[in-house]
């Protein structure tokens, strides 16, 4: 993997590290779900799917960091499967957000561009 793509991959990850407390644990708050949604409005009731996809997040994100960790630890093949099959993944989560509510666009680009240059840096290598 050249530089540009471990560059990104560690992006994305920063960006679903970041993510997975917001959706798990500060979700309550207003200004938070500003940021998520776009809405301050509280839905007590999707609790539960808040904090399971936020932890969602944070998986991903190790997955990227143990492809970054195999990469430099000799094990070529392991980190650059995982880096590419998450980083398509992460661009399927991120298309799938913004077709299923397009005014998540923002949310939806953070999660997907990352992950898009990963892969089309590594294309053009």
Known sequence: ????SQVFALIAA???LVVWPLESFLYGHPRVRRLLTASTSDAPQVRLWRVNVGFYNLFLALGLVAGLVALHRGEPVVGRTLITCLSAFM?????TLVVSEPRLWPGALGQA?????????EAAS
């Open 14 to 16: 920063a960006v679903h």
């Open 113 to 121: 561009l990352p992950p898009a240059v990963v892969l089309l840096a």
């Open 91 to 95: 661009i399927a989560a991120g298309t």
């Open 1 to 4: 993997m050249n530089a540009v």
